[in-house]
């Protein structure tokens, strides 16, 4: 242990997890170690870039608060959210498809009756959302809770409003007996991630775009189904095959159309997937 050297150190600290207890975390402590340490070799990593690596995570910390989430972002772009979305939410052939979560996401909405306006005075043109929760089965999901939320016509969350007192397009609903909802908003539009933090200079570096096709946030949950987090893309937008986080799915695009009152709508049919027993 005093004549470690960069061919024998790798089993060295693999040893020194060997006696923890939780097999679960020994087994990711681990491999862990392996795939940074045989990282660091393949690419013949510098102690300057090391250092530099360390002061983008430390940056990346500090950009986070109780309103956004620089870590989530970070995972975002680089597929890792989604990649993990996708192994643990491998669902029978009929089930809605689930995305990443997003930073933006906090407890907590305002809770609405079916047709309020969860806009509550967000900037954009309004329209009005019709969905329906139903099992696999086709069993209609009552009394699901369906937590909703969106970028307004700027591009923002209401919590990237400084001073903003109150919620904007954001809310929480419960489903009817038929497993129906609805409620009015505003039309969704895309929007760039936010890039004044290292996600950005992550970007900007590699020459990518910040922007996300045009979407709308559901959350649902009910009593024996998988909790469900997803999104309603806009069908058309120019970004669907470049999204900055990768998490479009075909089965998750639909139409936006306007009516003749001027108003939009978006009508969406969510499918549950029932808990495994046991």
Known sequence: MRNLNQDNITQAVLARFADTPDPRLREILISLVQHLHAFAREVKLTEDEWFQGIQYLTATGRKCDD?????ILLSDVLGLSMLTIAMNNDKPAGCTEATVFGPFYFDG????EHGDDVANG???EPCDVFATVRGLGGEPVANAVVDVWQADAGGHYDV???GLDHAENRGTLRTRPDGS???RSVVAVAYPIPVDGPVGDLLRATKRHPWRPAHLHFKIEAPGYERLITHVFREGDE???SDA???VRQSLVAPWTKQDNGRWRLDFDFVLNPLKQG
């Open 67 to 71: 309103k956004r989430q620089e870590f």
């Open 109 to 112: 909405a305002p809770e609405y």
């Open 122 to 124: 967000a900037e954009g």
């Open 160 to 162: 990237q409003h400084a």
């Open 181 to 183: 909802l609805h409620f």
């Open 239 to 241: 970004y669907l095959d």
């Open 245 to 247: 986080v990768f998490a």
